[in-house]
């Protein structure tokens, strides 16, 4: 087997031929229900504790579904007036959909950028050194989102948190601010806290990519003056592109329904309206109000709006053999 | 394969070593800029992601916690743990969530394993689609699913039990672990295989010795996202466990122990730290399988 | 998640009961509930299960090991009780009302029996508290809460109230008196900001809506009234404006503090137990937990009711749980054996005394009101003289939920509204809530 290795090489993420029809072993029969078998258990799982409960969602989406339907048991569809009242709400072009997606695109942007920086930072330490840096960086992963809110909140809470003790040590603000009323410092927060909890994944997954670039092409590249800049555009992304867009398409599914991370901030429940997203929009109509119908229509819109994203960045990242 | 990892384990860590190591350092200008530049990065970068868990450790140790910020514990104490560990009831909380999420880890892994082989290395009708549903599956807020998934859960008569818990948190980590191995799976050589049957081995064989050992990285992540799932959940854990307080895994009873203390600063940190030392020891063992995985994965190079 | 918060630490709307005749049911069945003896109730061999909210006593387990031991004496059934946390409370009952899996009993938050009965999923209990002979004891504001539909759903079970609780040490150094007026309060937290500036002298909290009422009340003004069918919200009379602006001027100047804008009540309730507030707005049940939080307040704190505006007592809500049966209980009578005594005599004493709520029954009540203890005697004159209830509205329950007051309270503390713009965008959402509409 190692003698073949060697051989091996070219072969990166990306590039696999897509075996099952060059197999030169196919048993042609157990080659087709072979992966319908690898796949049952795990669709099966899905289908039941996913799929249907989706399917269900939608169907609600299409209802005015409240307290008094839940009891009974009927049925009241009211086709599309959920969404047509999501649509003519002044609240979600104002309010809502702007800090949806305006705060996924920047903590994609930053948790991908800041995590490959990461990577390729640890790619280039030592090895006594990063296993201490990567040991630090999955302590942030290891804290849980709910505590990690918490802790976030009592640094900056207003009276006693220790930033603004700090900045008032400092000199720089005469009276404690309360960075939890305004939408910009909310949300600065909330990013904070969601790229803290969020590199790690990116940065872990993007360093086992990196070490497994082949160095041949690194050294080839060098050889051929590339500077580490060039290198890193020409020859590591390139490689890793499979990987990237995978930790993309994740960050952006995540980030789009960030929940606890707001919900559980001082005002995120609802109280200040500025800071609502399509999460917990959706779940203070359903729980809050017993909207369920309301609340399920905007969970379909949001998942829409990700699966919409997703197909457009796998069309441009990946071509579809690639996936 | 054994071979090829022991001797390619050093040489990753620079990707320059070996005959021409010296060539390449030569022309690598490793300035004393650079290194500074390197360490104040480091330097930051613990900062930064350290901080909020020393923040905890420090509010947890301290009997003088929520009157005032100091950055060593102003009152030393250790009765914030005293109390978690005892009221607290966090030694049951604890053993549930470890069964759950050592389970949820071990099944999720498994299946997702097995359905990236099937999409990486099998070309079949439908592929596509079942990729694209599997994503979909996870772009639903959870929130939403609460009522149907409850409905589901008792149909199954799972309801309070730890069974049911671990059935759907499979189902949450499934949807990750099939994308992330999909990748590593996808990126071992198919050369590599192709040799394999030349050996005469079968697939099972095979999957065993090639596949497996090189998707290991993989399987780390995928772990890891598993059990921080099952460590972290508590919207499911409190509807579905209902009032079985002796299946409450930590999560659940974190957020029931904010409901009773909820601005005990010094026991809610200490609650946190007692709840998030267990995932880091995971994660630093994990972390050396990730190690030792990423080095063979490295004999693609 | 997040009725929660009222009905825990804040409100409720009425309080409880009491159920008093015992033993005087004109007619057969289930009443005598307390020596079981006619053997009405049979529940041999039957469980039945019960939700209560976690939190409202501390010795909520031995109480309801006692209770246990009594009901299977008196009925012959087990007793199943499963404390349900109030941030959760909402949620659990929905899926279960989902999932076919509800309790027999279970305690709900004032303002959420009109909401559950609305929705189908309570059994009315006019006929028991009839055959029981308890409907002339009962306190009438519960009753209104617990009433929907002219049906009775909830039963009174118990009750607190808000009103003005001060430091007395901090009171003492800057030498002020608890206050009777508006006027008062204002100069008292000018004089306690003069001596300790970096002390909250009152705490003005942007997400604790009942704390805001009893401003509104006090200047005259109105929450929501309601014509026929229609309900109308006063938040932006011009009197409830003077109150706002009252209420959120002291924080304008400095009186309260920065954090205070995104602070609930059990923040407050934090605050003061730490000694860094002069007064605050709380509830008649926190005097426990303000000294078990710290015990170096013990003594140090004290009660009055909510002042007037020119003296008096502005009104204030009063807030506690109802008992409600479910109208998936199999054995109705035996529900409500269970309810009877938990709402009655001995037990329904005990509970109030260990929470420190209200008792229901009017006797009891009675008693508790003749208290000289400085912790309860100002609530007690408030529950009976101040007492208020919020709108009884299947749709309040929407309102709170919406956050509607704290909305307003937010953005008016955080300067990015005024009183007149914040109040009326308050009013006209409460207004279409309370309507129905959404």
Same mark, same amino acid.
């Given at each position: 087997?190692?003698?073949?290795?060697?051989?091996?090489?070219?072969?990166?993420?990306?590039?696999?031929?897509?075996?099952?029809?060059?197999?030169?072993?196919?048993?042609?029969?157990?080659?087709?229900?072979?992966?319908?078998?690898?796949?049952?258990?795990?669709?099966?799982?899905?289908?039941?504790?996913?799929?249907?409960?989706?399917?269900?969602?939608?169907?609600?989406?299409?209802?005015?579904?409240?307290?008094?339907?839940?009891?009974?048991?009927?049925?009241?569809?009211?086709?599309?007036?959920?969404?047509?009242?999501?649509?003519?709400?002044?609240?979600?072009?104002?309010?809502?959909?702007?800090?949806?997606?305006?705060?996924?695109?920047?903590?994609?942007?930053?948790?991908?950028?800041?995590?490959?920086?990461?990577?390729?930072?640890?790619?280039?330490?030592?090895?006594?050194?990063?296993?201490?840096?990567?040991?630090?960086?999955?302590?942030?992963?290891?804290?849980?989102?709910?505590?990690?809110?918490?802790?976030?909140?009592?640094?900056?809470?207003?009276?006693?948190?220790?930033?603004?003790?700090?900045?008032?040590?400092?000199?720089?603000?005469?009276?404690?601010?309360?960075?939890?009323?305004?939408?910009?410092?909310?949300?600065?927060?909330?990013?904070?806290?969601?790229?803290?909890?969020?590199?790690?994944?990116?940065?872990?997954?993007?360093?086992?990519?990196?070490?497994?670039?082949?160095?041949?092409?690194?050294?080839?590249?060098?050889?051929?003056?590339?500077?580490?800049?060039?290198?890193?555009?020409?020859?590591?992304?390139?490689?890793?592109?499979?990987?990237?867009?995978?930790?993309?398409?994740?960050?952006?599914?995540?980030?789009?329904?960030?929940?606890?991370?707001?919900?559980?901030?001082?005002?995120?429940?609802?109280?200040?309206?500025?800071?609502?997203?399509?999460?917990?929009?959706?779940?203070?109509?359903?729980?809050?109000?017993?909207?369920?119908?309301?609340?399920?229509?905007?969970?379909?819109?949001?998942?829409?709006?990700?699966?919409?994203?997703?197909?457009?960045?796998?069309?441009?990242?990946?071509?579809?053999?690639?996936? | 394969?054994?071979?090829?990892?022991?001797?390619?384990?050093?040489?990753?860590?620079?990707?320059?070593?070996?005959?021409?190591?010296?060539?390449?350092?030569?022309?690598?200008?490793?300035?004393?800029?650079?290194?500074?530049?390197?360490?104040?990065?480091?330097?930051?970068?613990?900062?930064?992601?350290?901080?909020?868990?020393?923040?905890?450790?420090?509010?947890?140790? =301290?009997?003088?916690?929520?009157?005032?910020?100091?950055?060593?514990?102003?009152?030393?104490?250790?009765?914030?743990?005293?109390?978690?560990?005892?009221?607290?009831?966090?030694?049951?909380?604890?053993?549930?969530?470890?069964?759950?999420?050592?389970?949820?880890?071990?099944?999720?892994?498994?299946?997702?394993?097995?359905?990236?082989?099937?999409?990486?290395?099998?070309?079949?009708?439908?592929?596509?689609?079942?990729?694209?549903?599997?994503?979909?599956?996870?772009?639903?807020?959870?929130?939403?699913?609460?009522?149907?998934?409850?409905?589901?859960?008792?149909?199954?008569?799972?309801?309070?039990?730890?069974?049911?818990?671990?059935?759907?948190?499979?189902?949450?980590?499934?949807?990750?672990?099939?994308?992330?191995?999909?990748?590593?799976?996808?990126?071992?050589?198919?050369?590599?295989?192709?040799?394999?049957?030349?050996?005469?081995?079968?697939?099972?064989?095979?999957?065993?010795?090639?596949?497996?050992?090189?998707?290991?990285?993989?399987?780390?992540?995928?772990?890891?996202?598993?059990?921080?799932?099952?460590?972290?959940?508590?919207?499911?854990?409190?509807?579905?466990?209902?009032?079985?307080?002796?299946?409450?895994?930590?999560?659940?009873?974190?957020?029931?122990?904010?409901?009773?203390?909820?601005?005990?600063?010094?026991?809610?940190?200490?609650?946190?730290?007692?709840?998030?030392?267990?995932?880091?020891?995971?994660?630093?063992?994990?972390?050396?399988?990730?190690?030792?995985?990423?080095?063979?994965?490295?004999?693609?190079? | 998640?997040?009725?929660?918060?009222?009905?825990?630490?804040?409100?409720?709307?009425?309080?409880?009961?009491?159920?008093?005749?015992?033993?005087?049911?004109?007619?057969?069945?289930?009443?005598?509930?307390?020596?079981?003896?006619?053997?009405?109730?049979?529940?041999?061999?039957?469980?039945?299960?019960?939700?209560?909210?976690?939190?409202?006593?501390?010795?909520?387990?031995?109480?309801?090991?006692?209770?246990?031991?009594?009901?299977?004496?008196?009925?012959?059934? =087990?007793?199943?009780?499963?404390?349900?946390?109030?941030?959760?409370?909402?949620?659990?009952?929905?899926?279960?009302?989902?999932?076919?899996?509800?309790?027999?009993?279970?305690?709900?938050?004032?303002?959420?029996?009109?909401?559950?009965?609305?929705?189908?999923?309570?059994?009315?209990?006019?006929?028991?508290?009839?055959?029981?002979?308890?409907?002339?004891?009962?306190?009438?504001?519960?009753?209104?809460?617990?009433?929907?539909?002219?049906?009775?759903?909830?039963?009174?079970?118990?009750?607190?109230?808000?009103?003005?609780?001060?430091?007395?040490?901090?009171?003492?150094?800057?030498?002020?008196?608890?206050?009777?007026?508006?006027?008062?309060?204002?100069?008292?937290?000018?004089?306690?900001?003069?001596?300790?500036?970096?002390?909250?002298?009152?705490?003005?909290?942007?997400?604790?809506?009942?704390?805001?009422?009893?401003?509104?009340?006090?200047?005259?003004?109105?929450?929501?009234?309601?014509?026929?069918?229609?309900?109308?919200?006063?938040?932006?009379?011009?009197?409830?404006?003077?109150?706002?602006?009252?209420?959120?001027?002291?924080?304008?100047?400095?009186?309260?503090?920065?954090?205070?804008?995104?602070?609930?009540?059990?923040?407050?309730?934090?605050?003061?137990?730490?000694?860094?507030?002069?007064?605050?707005?709380?509830?008649?049940?926190?005097?426990?937990?303000?000294?078990?939080?710290?015990?170096?307040?013990?003594?140090?704190?004290?009660?009055?009711?909510?002042?007037?505006?020119?003296?008096?007592?502005?009104?204030?809500?009063?807030?506690?749980?109802?008992?409600?049966?479910?109208?998936?209980?199999?054995?109705?009578?035996?529900?409500?054996?269970?309810?009877?005594?938990?709402?009655?005599?001995?037990?329904?004493?005990?509970?109030?005394?260990?929470?420190?709520?209200?008792?229901?029954?009017?006797?009891?009540? =009675?008693?508790?009101?003749?208290?000289?203890?400085?912790?309860?005697?100002?609530?007690?004159?408030?529950?009976?003289?101040?007492?208020?209830?919020?709108?009884?509205?299947?749709?309040?329950?929407?309102?709170?939920?919406?956050?509607?007051?704290?909305?307003?309270?937010?953005?008016?503390?955080?300067?990015?509204?005024?009183?007149?713009?914040?109040?009326?965008?308050?009013?006209?959402?409460?207004?279409?809530?309370?309507?129905?509409?959404?």
């Amino acid at each position: 087997m190692t003698s073949t290795l060697p051989v091996a090489a070219p072969a990166g993420p990306g590039q696999s031929p897509g075996p099952g029809g060059r197999r030169p072993f196919g048993k042609s029969v157990l080659a087709r229900v072979r992966p319908w078998m690898l796949l049952t258990p795990a669709l099966l799982v899905l289908a039941v504790l996913l799929l249907w409960p989706l399917v269900r969602v939608a169907l609600f989406s299409l209802q005015d579904y409240g307290l008094k339907e839940i009891v009974s048991g009927e049925r009241n569809w009211i086709g599309f007036a959920n969404f047509v009242e999501i649509f003519t709400s002044e609240q979600l072009w104002a309010v809502v959909l702007p800090n949806t997606v305006v705060f996924a695109v920047l903590s994609v942007a930053c948790t991908v950028v800041f995590g490959t920086a990461v990577a390729v930072l640890l790619a280039s330490l030592g090895r006594v050194w990063r296993t201490i840096v990567s040991s630090a960086i999955m302590a942030a992963w290891a804290m849980p989102a709910v505590t990690g809110t918490y802790v976030w909140v009592w640094i900056f809470d207003a009276d006693r948190g220790v930033f603004n003790h700090v900045l008032q040590a400092l000199g720089l603000q005469d009276a404690p601010v309360n960075w939890f009323t305004d939408r910009w410092s909310f949300y600065a927060i909330v990013l904070l806290n969601v790229v803290h909890h969020g590199f790690p994944f990116v940065a872990i997954t993007v360093l086992a990519g990196l070490l497994g670039v082949p160095k041949e092409l690194l050294e080839a590249a060098e050889i051929d003056g590339a500077g580490a800049w060039r290198r890193f555009f020409a020859v590591i992304v390139p490689q890793l592109k499979q990987i990237f867009a995978v930790v993309i398409i994740l960050s952006t599914i995540w980030d789009f329904k960030i929940f606890a991370q707001v919900y559980l901030m001082p005002g995120g429940a609802g109280s200040n309206r500025d800071v609502l997203n399509l999460g917990v929009w959706s779940y203070t109509e359903s729980f809050g109000q017993n909207r369920y119908g309301f609340g399920s229509a905007i969970a379909v819109l949001l998942t829409l709006l990700l699966l919409g994203i997703t197909v457009v960045y796998v069309r441009t990242i990946l071509k579809e053999e690639e996936l | 394969m054994s071979t090829a990892t022991g001797t390619d384990r050093r040489p990753v860590r620079t990707s320059t070593a070996g005959g021409t190591a010296a060539r390449r350092r030569g022309s690598r200008r490793p300035s004393a800029g650079v290194r500074v530049g390197k360490g104040v990065a480091v330097a930051l970068l613990l900062l930064f992601t350290l901080f909020p868990a020393y923040w905890m450790l420090v509010s947890a140790l =301290d009997g003088n916690a929520g009157r005032g910020s100091s950055f060593v514990p102003a009152e030393p104490t250790l009765e914030h743990f005293e109390f978690v560990l005892t009221d607290g009831g966090f030694d049951v909380f604890l053993r549930n969530s470890l069964l759950v999420a050592l389970t949820t880890v071990l099944i999720s892994s498994l299946l997702a394993l097995l359905a990236s082989v099937a999409v990486a290395r099998f070309r079949f009708k439908l592929r596509t689609q079942v990729l694209m549903l599997v994503l979909v599956v996870q772009m639903v807020p959870l929130e939403a699913l609460v009522i149907p998934l409850f409905v589901q859960v008792r149909n199954l008569e799972l309801l309070g039990t730890l069974t049911g818990l671990i059935v759907v948190y499979v189902a949450l980590a499934l949807p990750f672990g099939i994308w992330m191995l999909r990748g590593f799976v996808a990126a071992v050589p198919v050369e590599l295989e192709e040799a394999a049957y030349l050996d005469g081995a079968t697939w099972g064989r095979m999957f065993r010795s090639i596949l497996l050992p090189l998707v290991a990285p993989g399987l780390v992540a995928t772990s890891i996202f598993g059990f921080i799932t099952a460590w972290n959940e508590f919207v499911f854990a409190m509807t579905l466990l209902g009032g079985e307080t002796q299946n409450y895994t930590v999560a659940i009873g974190l957020r029931s122990f904010f409901g009773q203390h909820s601005n005990d600063w010094g026991a809610i940190m200490a609650a946190s730290t007692v709840i998030t030392v267990p995932v880091m020891v995971f994660f630093i063992l994990v972390q050396r399988r990730l190690a030792s995985g990423l080095t063979s994965g490295a004999v693609k190079g | 998640m997040r009725r929660d918060m009222w009905t825990r630490k804040n409100v409720g709307a009425v309080a409880t009961a009491a159920l008093v005749a015992l033993g005087v049911a004109a007619c057969g069945s289930g009443s005598d509930g307390s020596d079981g003896g006619d053997g009405t109730v049979d529940g041999e061999g039957k469980t039945l299960d019960v939700w209560i909210m976690q939190g409202t006593n501390p010795s909520a387990d031995t109480f309801f090991d006692e209770v246990s031991t009594a009901f299977k004496e008196e009925t012959g059934a =087990d007793l199943n009780v499963e404390f349900v946390e109030w941030a959760d409370a909402h949620d659990r009952f929905v899926t279960s009302i989902a999932g076919n899996a509800t309790p027999d009993v279970a305690e709900t938050g004032t303002t959420w029996t009109p909401e559950l009965a609305d929705a189908g999923a309570l059994a009315p209990l006019d006929d028991f508290v009839a055959e029981a002979g308890l409907g002339d004891d009962l306190v009438d504001g519960l009753v209104e809460a617990g009433t929907y539909d002219e049906q009775l759903y909830g039963m009174p079970w118990y009750a607190g109230v808000r009103s003005l609780v001060y430091n007395t040490e901090i009171f003492e150094k800057a030498g002020v008196e608890p206050p009777t007026t508006w006027a008062e309060i204002e100069s008292a937290a000018e004089a306690i900001k003069a001596e300790f500036p970096d002390k909250t002298a009152i705490a003005v909290p942007g997400d604790a809506e009942f704390t805001v009422y009893p401003w509104v009340w006090g200047a005259g003004g109105d929450v929501a009234t309601q014509d026929g069918d229609t309900w109308t919200s006063g938040l932006d009379s011009p009197e409830a404006q003077e109150g706002l602006s009252f209420w959120t001027g002291l924080a304008k100047d400095g009186y309260s503090s920065a954090g205070a804008t995104t602070w609930r009540e059990t923040d407050v309730l934090d605050a003061f137990a730490q000694g860094d507030v002069g007064m605050a707005v709380m509830g008649s049940w926190t005097p426990g937990a303000i000294v078990e939080a710290n015990k170096d307040m013990e003594g140090k704190f004290a009660a009055v009711p909510i002042p007037g505006k020119d003296g008096g007592m502005s009104p204030s809500v009063l807030g506690g749980s109802h008992l409600s049966m479910f109208s998936t209980a199999e054995d109705q009578d035996l529900a409500f054996a269970f309810i009877e005594m938990m709402t009655t005599g001995d037990f329904a004493t005990k509970w109030g005394e260990q929470a420190g709520y209200f008792p229901g029954q009017k006797s009891l009540l =009675d008693e508790t009101l003749k208290s000289t203890d400085p912790l309860v005697a100002p609530f007690a004159k408030q529950f009976v003289e101040g007492g208020a209830s919020v709108p009884v509205s299947p749709e309040f329950g929407a309102v709170q939920a919406k956050l509607t007051t704290s909305t307003m309270m937010q953005s008016i503390l955080s300067g990015s509204e005024d009183v007149p713009t914040a109040s009326t965008k308050a009013a006209e959402e409460m207004t279409s809530l309370l309507n129905g509409g959404s």
